[in-house]
Nanobody, 126 residues
Framework: QVQLVESGGGLVQAGGSLRLSCAAS??????????MGWFRQAPGKEREFVAT????????VYADSVKGRFTISRDNAKNTVYLQMNSLKPEDTAVYYC?????????????????WGRGTQVTVSS
């Protein structure tokens, strides 16, 4: 099992930026399909996919709602994944969760991930 700890959330004005970090520890995978992702959940809404990155290749996938504004990256040496969020909008307000998994075909779905962090709150004021 992988342990994931998010950090970097906070309150920011619309148009501002934040960078989230997710540090992984424990039994991380060396599989070519291993990937880490970010999801978010706003009050009263389902958890939604934000972005994912393949740990070995670095290939990234984004939700349409964040494409061009958010960037996911990883530091293999530090076992850490980042989410740089620019041009933030009030509708980006949510709890952001880091996740890790091995299901390539389900990498956009919560079911494609085995390990989850506890989440970090991001609030964007208008």
């Amino acid at each position: 099992q992988v342990q994931l700890v998010e950090s970097g959330g906070g309150l920011v004005q619309a148009g501002g930026s934040l960078r989230l970090s997710c540090a992984a520890s424990g039994r991380t995978s060396s599989s070519s399909s291993y990937h880490m992702g970010w999801f978010r959940q706003a009050p009263g809404k389902e958890r939604e996919f934000v972005a994912t990155i393949n740990w070995s290749s670095g290939i990234t996938v984004y939700a349409d709602s964040v494409k061009g504004r958010f960037t996911i990256s990883r530091d293999n040496a530090k076992n850490t994944v980042y989410l740089q969020m620019n041009s933030l909008k009030p509708e980006d307000t949510a709890v952001y969760y880091c996740a890790a998994g091995n299901s390539y075909s389900s990498r956009r779905l919560p079911s494609g991930y085995d390990s989850w962090g506890r989440g970090t709150q991001v609030t964007v004021s208008s």
